[in-house]
């Protein structure tokens, strides 16, 4: 017997159907060895030396683990192809006493038959390197969570955290926030000349004065420029013609596809994350079993495989024509910062189209798997082209400019349309220099300048990207961290910093500089990046970021610290159905919501998007006899709770009456759905409904 290990058992029987009944795959669920919880665990006086123990709910499987290794007759370590898989199979070399340098390490990019053979087939010692660096962002967040978690519960209020990444991300969102706030609105103008040349027209807009840019900013500008254009000769300055391209798109990496599912597919980050670890691990084909569908869905590079690329080649010839493909492979850069470990988010194999797919997988995995096999083709298939047209008309030493562009091959847009794809094509007539044409309006249009967007899960995630905050494997999960501390809230989709946000932010700007210094956290991503490249130890960059931080925290814990001012709540206008008092916004986990302010004399809550037509009827609590009535949710879920609440937690989702069944004599419950009431009967052997 062989014994495999891997970390989720999501892949468990897509690894087993391909290597079969000689090996046993064991999936340790993550990580088996750790940190301890309840203490620190880092030797300050040892060179910062991190004690590990084995996780106390781990303790029954690294048993089972040890029983099934000593039968085994080869052992393989094949966590996930990353620094964390690649220290949590160093925990289990540990525990199960494996040589240092046994030949056990191996690790697939995708779950394929081809790709699990070959590395089985070519194990590999433990990357030590990889090890490493783990081990210094783990003792570095550990350093952070630990002493600034505490102060911070002290300080303002209990069960607060921080983290190296996670404060510095909830800072771009509060100082986004406060940049809308203190945004000041700037007057411009908009220009346009409609012009024409018999009985063709065409649009111009202003763009110079005496070859330097133009920008009004207000209508005494407008007056003065309108009244030097209106009678003036309108003449072809220049007209230039050329064929354009456009490149097609580097195939998903971890970032883009998160942002793309969340944008353009409507997924939660959340929701996107399960769905990208099932097709990476394996979804249930119909008649075919679990088949994993996508290669490792947490990468930075922009790589693709030869092998990738001639299969790509083959599939676009077959089906798109000779014409489509290159003839050299695309390259794509990525970023400088990119660890290049493992090649770009693509499909494992081509036969599995969308098409073939529909109706035998899950419908939102096709949705994301779509996203990803469309944008894999499109990767690797021929530029578009344009044929685009540029002219400039000039009047009295303004320049006006149009321009066009007319598709003349489409390229990968077959497959994949780009974000800014111009459907209207060249609408200017055919035009020469020097030629005059004939001004038919001028059309004025007064803006303003407008404040920067709140983020979303989507353009938060791509931030972080573009600052360099965190890696692909810690986007979501800090994000999720933020929403979980109720340091963010979702307002029509976009990310709102709390109160709490915002007061926890300002005092780590204010006694740790470094902490929420975006520049620092990113450069200490590159440094534990060199740590990775065997360029530096991470014991010694721990000890430069310890000694500063160190300094901080004794300053800032000698400070008399002032607990969270209470958030006056925000009047309304609405009086509380129940007492009659005004209600108040107040804000909570999901969002604003309105409560009265007789709190805590009437508790009555609602949702600020309640319906109009709300359901008043009352019912009877099966529980304690009380009343029971509609209640809504902060998310705005319709459901039927005892008035008598907290002294009693009846809840349902229907609505429980008085009558009983005529058939059986159970109780009845009122249904809601779609509009729709139906009464039935709460016994499930009785087959009484009443609309």
């Known amino acids: 017997m062989k014994l495999v290990f891997i970390e989720g058992p999501g892949k468990r029987d897509t690894i087993s159907k391909y290597l079969g009944s000689d090996y046993v795959v064991f999936p340790t669920k993550g990580h088996v060895r750790d940190l301890p919880a309840k203490s620190f665990a880092i030797d300050f006086n040892n060179n910062y030396e991190p004690t590990y123990e084995i996780i106390p709910e781990k303790k029954n499987l690294v048993a089972d683990m040890k029983r099934k290794a000593q039968n085994a007759e080869a052992i393989y370590l094949a966590t996930d192809p990353d620094r964390e898989g690649e220290a949590i199979a160093w925990h289990l070399a540990t525990i199960l006493e494996l040589d240092k340098n046994a030949m056990v390490r191996t690790a697939f990019n995708e779950i394929s038959k081809k790709a699990i053979h070959e590395s089985i087939a070519n194990p590999k010692p433990l990357n030590y390197d990889l090890i490493n660096a783990q081990q210094g962002r783990r003792v570095l967040d550990r350093i952070v969570g630990y002493q600034l978690s505490p102060l911070l519960s002290k300080k303002i209020r209990g069960k607060l955290s921080a983290g190296r990444v996670q404060s510095v991300t909830l800072k771009l969102i509060v100082d986004r926030e406060k940049a809308i706030k203190n945004f000041v609105p700037e007057e411009y103008w908009n220009i346009t000349a409609e012009l024409k040349k018999g009985d063709e027209k065409f649009k111009a807009d202003l763009i110079q004065y005496q070859e330097k840019k133009i920008e009004p900013t207000s209508k005494e500008e407008v007056d003065k420029i309108l009244s030097s254009v209106e009678n003036a000769e309108y003449k072809v300055q220049t007209v230039k013609r050329a064929v354009t391209y456009s490149k097609p798109p580097a195939p998903y990496i971890t970032s883009s596809l998160q942002q793309d599912a969340i944008s353009k597919l409507k997924m939660t980050l959340n929701s996107y994350t399960k769905c990208a670890q099932s097709l990476y691990e394996g979804v249930n084909i119909q008649g075919e079993g679990k088949t994993a569908l996508v290669t490792y869905i947490r990468t930075d590079s922009t790589r693709v495989s030869l092998d990738a690329q001639f299969m790509a080649k083959e599939f676009i010839l077959e089906h798109y024509g000779k014409e489509y493909h290159p003839g050299k492979f695309n390259e794509f850069a990525s970023k400088d910062s ?174 740790f500089k470094n902490i929420m210094n975006i520049k620092f956290t990113a450069e200490m991503e590159n440094q534990l990046d060199d740590v990775e490249r065997g360029k530096t130890k991470w014991q010694d960059i721990v000890d430069v970021f310890y000694k500063d931080f160190n300094q901080q925290m004794e300053y800032a814990s000698q400070q008399m610290g002032v607990s969270m001012p209470k958030a006056q709540p925000e009047p309304s206008d609405i009086k509380c159905e129940k007492c009659g008092s005004m209600m108040v916004y107040r804000e909570g986990k999901f969002g604003k919501f309105l409560a009265c302010s007789n709190f805590p004399q009437c508790k009555n809550t609602k949702n600020i998007n309640e319906p109009e037509n709300k359901i008043t009827e009352t019912g009877i609590c099966p529980k304690c006899n009380g009343v029971v009535s509609a209640k809504y949710s902060k998310r705005g879920k319709l459901f039927f709770g005892c008035d008598k609440f907290p002294k009693c937690d009846y809840i349902s989702w229907d609505l429980p009456l008085s009558e009983k069944c005529p058939k059986c004599n159970s109780g009845l419950f009122k249904k809601y759905s779609r509009g729709k009431e139906t009464i039935v009967c709460n016994n499930k052997g009785c087959t009484y409904v009443k609309d």
């Not at 905050?469 to 989709?493: C, D, Q, S, W």
Request: net charge negative.
């Open 338 to 511: 990119a660890q290049d470990a493992h090649e770009a988010i693509r499909p494992i194999n081509l036969k599995y189209t969308p098409n073939y797919l529909k109706d035998k997988i899950d419908e939102q995995y096709l949705k994301l798997y779509t996203l990803i096999y469309k944008r894999f083709i499109a990767s690797q298939m021929s530029y578009a082209q344009y044929d685009s047209l540029t002219v400039d008309v000039v009047a009295n030493d303004y320049k006006f400019r149009s321009s066009g562009k007319a598709l003349i091959f489409d390229g990968y847009t077959k497959v994949y349309k780009p974000e800014d794809d111009d459907k209207k094509g060249i609408n200017i007539p055919d035009l020469v220099e020097n030629e005059i044409v004939v001004k038919d309006k001028i059309k004025t249009e007064q803006k303003f300048t407008k404040p920067p967007v709140r983020f979303t899960e989507a353009s938060l995630i791509k931030e972080m990207e573009v600052q360099g905050i965190g890696r692909p494997a810690t986007y979501a999960a800090t994000v999720m961290t933020l929403f979980n501390r109720e340091y963010i809230v979702t307002e029509k989709k976009s990310l709102v910093p709390t109160d709490l946000g915002v007061h926890v932010t300002e005092y780590l700007e204010d006694y």
